[in-house]
C-alpha cells in the first residue's frame, strides 16, 4: 500500500507540471535555490559538453572538419561564389541520421527545382526591373508562408529568391544559376558522403547512454550523502564536479533518444518507452538536487542510521539498473526493498527537525522515481535478465 501511495504521489505531481500552469510553478520552485547553484547551471550545459564524451561535441568536431575541407575545395578550385559550399555543409549536416539525409535530398533537390523555375522565368517573362520586383514579392511570400512547413518547398523559394535579389542589381542570371548549382550540390554531396562514411545508429547505443546517466546520478548521489553523512562543506568541488559529469550524461542520452527517434525503423512504442524512462530519471535527479539545495541552508544534524542504509541501498539500484543495461544477468530479488528502507527512516529521528524533514520528503520521491525506473529498465532488458 505504501508503494502504491508513493506512485500515486508521483502521478499528481507529474501531473501538475504537464500544464503551464504547472509549468511555471516548476520554474519557480527551480529558481528558489541558491544563487550559487543557479548562476553555475547558466553555463553548466556548456561546460560539461566541452569534452570528447559528448555526442554534441563531437558533432561540433566534425562539422568543422567538413566545413574546413569545403572551405579548402572553395580556395583550391576558385568556383564563382564558392561560399555557398561550405554554407550548405552548415545547413545539411546533423547529428541525426534523418535530419542529415532528408536535409541534404531536400536540400539539393530544391535547389535545382528553385534554379529550374529561375530559368525560365528568365527565359519566359520580360526582363524589366517591375517583373523582377513582383516576383521578389511572391517568392518572399512563398517563402515565409510553405517554406516553414516544408525544407524542399523553402529550398526551392530561397533559391528562386537568391537569384532575383542578385540579378536585379545587374548580374547575370545564367552565371548566377549555375554557381548556385554547382556550390549546393557539391556541399550537399559532402555533407551526405561524410555521414554516409561515419554514421551513427543510435539504437545500438541509447541503452549504453543510459547506463552512464544512472552511473553518473549514483556518483553524483554518493558524494551528496556522504557530504551530508559527514556534515561536511569541503566537498562543494567536487560536490561541482560530479552535478556537471551528471548533467553532461543527462543531455548525451537525451540526445540520444532525438536521434534514435529519427532513425528508419523506430517504433512509437519504442519511443514512449525511452521517454517514460527518462522521466522517471528526471525525478529522481530532481529529487537529489532538492536534497542539496535544502542542506545548504539548514543547520547540521547527525545522519541517522537509517538514512545510511538507505543511501547505501539506493547506491546499489543504481549499480543493478546500468548491469542491467549493460547485458548483466540481473535479477529481481537482487534490488533492495527502498520503500521498506524509507519506512524505518520515517520511523527514526525527530520529524520537527528540519533537515530529517527534507530527507523524509525527498527520500519517498527517490524511492518512487527508482522503483519506477526499475519497472522500465527491466522491461527494456527482459531476455538478458529472465534466467
Known amino acids: 500500500m505504501d508503494a502504491l501511495n508513493g506512485q500515486l504521489r508521483a502521478t499528481l505531481e507529474l501531473a501538475a507540471h504537464a500544464t503551464p500552469t504547472g509549468q511555471a510553478e516548476f ?81 539539393i533537390g530544391g535547389t535545382i527545382a528553385g534554379l529550374f523555375l529561375a530559368t525560365a522565368l528568365f527565359r519566359f ?3 524589366t526591373v517591375t517583373v523582377q520586383i513582383v516576383l521578389i514579392f511572391v517568392f518572399t511570400l512563398l517563402l515565409r508562408w510553405v517554406g516553414p512547413a516544408n ?25 548566377l544559376i549555375w554557381a548556385r548549382g554547382i556550390n549546393t550540390a557539391a556541399g550537399g554531396a559532402l555533407a551526405l558522403l561524410a555521414y554516409g562514411i561515419w554514421p551513427t545508429w543510435e539504437r545500438t ?51 540520444s533518444i532525438d536521434r534514435m527517434g529519427a532513425e528508419p525503423g523506430t517504433t512509437a512504442e519504442q519511443m514512449n518507452q525511452l521517454n517514460a524512462l527518462l522521466a522517471s530519471s528526471h525525478r529522481f535527479i530532481h529529487a537529489v538536487m532538492a536534497l542539496e539545495a535544502g542542506w545548504l541552508h539548514m543547520a547540521a544534524v547527525p545522519a541517522r542510521t537509517a538514512f545510511r542504509t538507505f543511501a547505501a541501498d539506493v547506491e546499489k539500484t543504481l549499480d543493478l539498473l546500468a548491469a542491467a543495461l549493460r547485458g548483466a544477468h ?18 527514526s529521528g525527530d520529524q520537527k527537525i528540519e533537515r530529517y524533514a527534507l530527507v523524509n520528503v525527498e527520500a519517498d520521491r527517490i524511492v518512487n522515481s527508482l522503483n519506477t525506473l526499475r519497472g522500465q529498465v527491466m522491461e527494456r532488458v527482459p531476455a538478458r535478465t529472465a534466467r
Do not use: C
Not at 555526442?55 to 575545395?73: E, P, Q, Y
Not at 526551392?156 to 532575383?164: C, W
Not at 540481473?330 to 520511523?347: A, I, M, S, T, Y
Open 27 to 107: 520554474v519557480k520552485q527551480q529558481t528558489q535555490q541558491p544563487w550559487r547553484l543557479r548562476f553555475s547551471g547558466l553555463m553548466a550545459t556548456l561546460r560539461a559538453n566541452l569534452n570528447l564524451q559528448s555526442a554534441v561535441f563531437r558533432h561540433a568536431i566534425r562539422l568543422a572538419a567538413l566545413v574546413a575541407l569545403g572551405n579548402g575545395l572553395e580556395r583550391g578550385f576558385y568556383w564563382h561564389r564558392s561560399y555557398w559550399l561550405p554554407m550548405t555543409i552548415v545547413l545539411v549536416l546533423k547529428p541525426e541520421f534523418t535530419s542529415t539525409f532528408s536535409r541534404g535530398l531536400l536540400r
Open 330 to 347: 540481473v535479477q529481481l530479488n537482487e534490488f533492495p526493498d527502498l520503500r521498506e528502507d524509507h519506512g524505518v527512516l520515517l520511523q
Open 125 to 127: 517573362l520580360p526582363d
Open 151 to 175: 525544407y524542399g518547398i523553402f529550398a526551392v523559394a530561397i533559391s528562386a529568391l537568391v537569384v532575383l535579389l542578385i540579378a536585379i542589381t545587374g548580374v547575370s542570371p545564367r552565371e
Open 205 to 255: 547505443q541509447v541503452s549504453e547512454r543510459i547506463a552512464e546517466m544512472l552511473e553518473a546520478y549514483r556518483e553524483y548521489f554518493h558524494i551528496l550523502s556522504e557530504s551530508f553523512v559527514r556534515n561536511e562543506t569541503t566537498s562543494a568541488r567536487e560536490l561541482d564536479r560530479a552535478r556537471l559529469r551528471a548533467r553532461v550524461a543527462r543531455t548525451n542520452l537525451e540526445a
